[in-house]
């Protein structure tokens, strides 16, 4: 049965790489080193080093489980991703590059379910719940957030890349249509995308403390729209997935400009 997730973006990336967010463009030019570099810069806001054991939610292709263990060391990570493809292509990936099952135990599953935490984790708890640029896409992510708080050992670390309301934005304005249309087309649930403050308060609610959001969406939005504008091996993309990208990079850009969305860097700790 043909998935939302697939493999689809493999065609935007260099040889060997797979990742399928929306990057960070600061530095980076080229589509796989702008994914890496939006990595790269959750594991440094959640503080990654080597005692830590991270559970990541919705981790794509893979490409982002050997980041935390070869960047970061980290002693071990786990991970439960919706995508049956790309579930199988991150444990060809991780064999290939030499990492036992022990070292990154992950599984096929919808992150809303709790079987699929004790799928992986057993009764263990990881120091770290990551989830890069796919929380958005849960079923919801209040109830993700519960789960990282129930699963997470005592002071552990909860950091998400993902999308919220701008603080301008209204909710029963023209522009509110234009989102719910484009959020339904893009299966996110209206629900997950809040306002900033509201998105702190559930984290509160949840029992976190020390939450901090940092606004990247000028490195991120942009960046992506001009991104799918100008990249030239289209042709290796079907044009299912040509029409999604062209599709996302307008909106994201009309989302930027005229203040709908923000892209943001969110992390937070569990209160003892
Ligand atoms: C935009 S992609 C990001 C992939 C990856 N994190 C990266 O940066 O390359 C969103 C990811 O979230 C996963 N996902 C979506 N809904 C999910 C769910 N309910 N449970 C687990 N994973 C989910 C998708 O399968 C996909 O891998």
Not at 74 to 86: A, D, F, I, M
Not at 94 to 122: C, K, R, S, Y
Not at 132 to 143: I, N, T
């Amino acid at each position: 049965m043909a998935e939302f997730h697939d493999l689809a973006e493999l065609a935007l990336n260099r040889d060997n790489q797979s990742w399928g967010n929306l990057g960070y463009w600061k530095k980076d030019t080229e589509y796989s080193g702008a994914c890496r570099a939006l990595a790269l810069l959750l594991g440094e806001d959640a503080r990654l080093d080597e005692q830590s054991v991270v559970f990541d939610a919705g981790f794509g292709c893979g490409d982002q489980l050997s980041l935390w263990l070869t960047h970061f060391r980290v002693v071990q990570v786990r991970g439960v991703n919706l995508s049956r493809s790309q579930t199988a292509h991150a444990r060809d990936r991780l064999a290939e590059a030499g990492f036992p099952a022990a070292a990154a135990a992950i599984v096929q599953g919808d992150i809303n379910d709790g079987q699929a935490w004790h799928a992986t984790l057993g009764t263990d708890r990881p120091s770290h719940v990551l989830a890069l640029d796919c929380a958005y896409h849960f079923p919801s992510r209040l109830e993700f957030i519960a789960l990282s708080h129930q699963h997470l050992a005592p002071a552990g670390r909860i950091a998400l890349t993902d999308f919220m309301l701008a603080d301008q934005h209204r909710t029963g304005s023209i522009t509110h249509q234009l989102l719910r249309w484009m959020l339904r087309r893009s299966h996110i649930a209206e629900a997950n995308i809040v306002h900033r403050t509201r998105y702190l308060n559930q984290l509160r609610a949840a029992g976190f403390e020390e939450a901090r959001i940092i606004d990247i969406s000028q490195h991120v939005m942009p960046g992506f729209a001009h991104f799918v504008r100008t990249f030239q091996g289209k042709a290796r993309a079907g044009w299912k997935a040509r029409l999604k990208y062209a599709v996302t990079g307008r909106f994201l850009q009309c989302a930027y400009r005229r203040s709908i969305l923000r892209y943001c860097l969110i992390s937070a700790t569990k209160k003892d």
